[in-house]
């Protein structure tokens, strides 16, 4: 070949290369897509050193340094305010920095009767529940820091086939749907349709069809969920592996349970795990599919314990609280485009909406293989494997294929 061909051929490649995304930096130029969504986020202050989760959901600088620690989450100071979060949960640490500074002081719902020797009052024997409700709403670890919170305590301590943990369960549920009715009942309390959502990521883990756990529960249960599901928008997280018990039945978390429904309860999003290269866990291949993912592995939120005050977590639990704190951001954003469902008169339409503006404020990661089992296209931010099928920006949604 003469020489100016092969010298124009170099060119060409080179070209190319320097146009596909390389492993290290599929984050550093990626273009800023929050202008392309339907709901525009108010410009607010930096949280700077923040954790990696917030710094993947906040609004991306259009010229930030490379993606990697310290991340900068760019938070909404008015994120969450007038939304109201039921955290389904094992509690929340009062003498935790985080719950102190809550923007507004906590409810708690108790159930009705406890387990044996379990404790009844205001904390977090397990720290789950803490690191939860942190994440949602904590002054550093949380995404939606105005929402108000009401603390729904259950059993968080892990027990098989115990049935009253299992009625515990069921009556910290009852309880939610009771105290939701209360409070759109009486406008004074300033919360209608569209402003209550509902955190479900626990980890008390029954047999589900064991014998413990029986068709009365069962449709009780269900009874419950689309109670829940007229009037306010759940999320849950998927659950991570599913197993076999050792009496060959199928084992899977109590607060997953309810996730088996989520095609009955339109108003039900199920919330996956996501690495933090944005590549979809291998601990959450066996769970049910989820509607959004996020990425909760080895995410820094507050612990129960005053000698580690902060804590890394990996499981889907952890990714379900930043889809709500969210959705409970954007769901308040002023300024909503015309034809934006009223929740008031159309919640489902609502519910529907908020899922597309989730979708739209997502960036993809591209399949690779061996980076995740099977080559699943994940999320880096939060995302719908729905919307993955046809996500090429012609309806303005405004995702970016890197």
């Known amino acids: 070949m003469h020489i100016r061909g092969w010298w124009t051929a170099i060119l060409a490649l080179t070209s190319i290369a320097h146009a596909l995304p390389q492993p290290d930096a599929l984050l550093d130029d990626a273009p800023d897509t929050h202008n392309a969504t339907h709901l525009t986020k108010r410009d ?31 938070y909404d100071p008015s994120a969450g305010e007038g939304s109201l979060i039921y955290v389904i949960d094992s509690g929340f640490d009062i003498r935790h ?16 009767s406890w387990p044996r020797g379990w404790d009844d009052t205001l904390n977090d024997p397990t720290g789950h529940g803490t690191c939860v409700g942190s994440m949602i709403a904590g002054q550093k670890f949380g995404v939606a820091k105005n929402a108000e919170l009401v603390i729904v305590k259950t059993a968080g301590a892990e027990r098989i086939d115990k049935r009253e943990y299992i009625d515990n369960y069921l009556e910290a549920l009852e309880a939610t749907a009771d105290d939701i009715d209360a409070v759109l009942s009486n406008p004074g309390n300033g919360f209608n349709l569209g402003d209550i959502y509902i955190n479900m990521s626990g980890s008390v883990k029954i047999g589900v069809f064991h014998r413990a756990w029986n068709s009365h529960d069962r449709d009780r249960l269900k009874s419950i969920m689309q109670r829940l599901n007229q009037k306010a928008m759940i999320f849950a997280c998927t659950g991570n592996v599913r197993g076999i018990d050792f009496y060959g039945e199928f084992l899977g978390t109590l607060l997953g349970y309810p996730q088996l429904w989520y095609k009955e309860l339109p108003n039900m999003r199920l919330v996956g795990m996501a ?23 080895d995410v820094l939120c507050a612990n129960n314990k005053p000698s ?22 954007l769901a308040r954003l002023p300024n909503k485009p015309k034809g934006f469902p009223d929740p008031k008169s ?4 609502f519910v529907e ?26 999320a880096v931010r939060l995302i719908s494997n729905q919307f993955l ?6 309806d303005g949604c405004g995702c970016v294929i890197m």
């Open 389 to 394: 099928n046809h996500c090429d920006d012609s």
């Open 275 to 297: 690495t933090q290269n944005g590549y979809r866990s291998k601990k959450t291949l066996n769970a049910p599919e989820g509607h959004l993912w996020a990425i909760a592995e």
């Open 353 to 378: 909406q908020m899922e597309i503006q989730l979708y739209r404020d997502s960036w993809i990661r591209p399949e690779s293989k061996g980076k995740t089992e099977g080559g699943h296209v994940m």
């Open 44 to 74: 607010g202050p930096p949280q700077h050193n923040a954790e990696i989760y917030l710094g993947s959901i906040s609004r991306p600088r259009k010229k930030r340094a490379k993606w990697g620690p310290p991340y900068t989450y760019d």
């Open 308 to 329: 580690e005050p902060e804590i890394k977590k990996t499981g889907s639990s952890m990714a379900s609280p930043q889809a709500v704190g969210l959705a409970a951001q």
């Open 97 to 112: 920095s985080e719950y102190k500074t809550l923007k507004h002081v906590p409810r708690w719902i108790m159930p009705k």
């Open 346 to 349: 159309d919640f489902r339409g």
